[in-house]
């Protein structure tokens, strides 16, 4: 079974610095989807990025972009001049690439934003 | 686009009662449906997965009988509680995908249940 880590609880950056989230996960497929969700205190769920396992770039998105080691299978992401908006709960997932697209999750990093 | 509504946002009933959760998805046809639970400072806890014109595929530990899941058009999903209890106080989230191995689901807001 696939199984989803986020070791860092907690987290806590400046603005307009630079942090990294943490994210390892334990599979035997060799085609599978990776991603980080953001949840705000709202507690609506935001796709913030997504990775496919074929791809070796890494994936980007404005501010956010993703650390993929697929043999580390370590999936970290960085957001980068942080602002006091992306202080939220942040989910790492796993989806194989499979006919079910069932999402495994993380146990998630709390992100806090000093101004 | 790609929008998930869930109705009601917050639900207070009285332990005993049965309680109906719906999931709508606003602008496009889901084909699979998954119901989560979150315990407050908690990960999302797959429930259920749900198939438009089918029975429910539950997550081991999931009581099918108490979390009743019908799927009856391409567009909504339901989650009923039934004789509800303190202990199933919790934020409860759908989320929808489509079909042709498309990658990404659209999750709704969440309804806050409390059960006094």
């Known amino acids: 079974a696939q199984t989803v880590t986020q070791s860092q609880p907690e987290m806590s950056v400046q603005e307009a610095e630079t942090v990294t989230l943490s994210c390892t996960y334990d599979?035997?497929?060799?085609?599978?989807?990776l991603f980080w969700y953001k949840q705000p205190p709202s507690r609506q769920m935001i796709l913030v990025i997504r990775?496919?396992?074929?791809?070796?770039q890494n994936a980007t998105e404005n501010r956010f972009s993703v650390n993929f080691q697929k043999a580390a299978k370590s999936f970290s992401l960085k957001i980068s001049d942080s602002q006091l908006g992306d202080a939220a709960m942040y989910f790492c997932?796993?989806?194989?690439?499979?006919?079910?697209?069932?999402?495994?999750f993380g146990t998630g990093t709390l992100l806090a934003v000093q101004p | 686009g790609a929008v998930v509504s869930q109705h009601p946002s917050r639900v207070i009933c009285k332990s005993g009662t049965s309680v109906k959760i719906e999931c709508r998805s606003l602008?496009?046809?889901?084909?699979?449906m998954f119901w989560y639970r979150q315990f407050p400072k908690q990960s999302l806890m797959l429930m259920a997965t749900?198939?438009?014109?089918?029975?429910?595929?539950?997550e081991q530990g999931v009581e099918k009988d108490k979390f009743l899941i019908n799927h009856a058009s391409l567009t909504l999903s339901t989650l009923t509680v039934t004789s509800a209890h303190p202990e199933d106080s919790s934020f409860y989230i759908c989320?929808?995908?489509?079909?042709?191995?498309?990658?990404?689901?659209?999750f709704g807001p969440g309804t806050r249940l409390t059960v006094l």
């Open positions: 989320s929808a995908g489509t079909s042709g191995g498309a990658v990404e689901q659209f």
């Open positions: 599979t035997s497929e060799s085609d599978y989807y």
């Open positions: 990775q496919e396992a074929y791809k070796q």
């Open positions: 997932a796993y989806r194989s690439a499979s006919a079910t697209n069932k999402l495994i």
């Open positions: 602008d496009f046809q889901a084909t699979t």
């Open positions: 749900s198939n438009e014109g089918s029975k429910a595929t539950y």
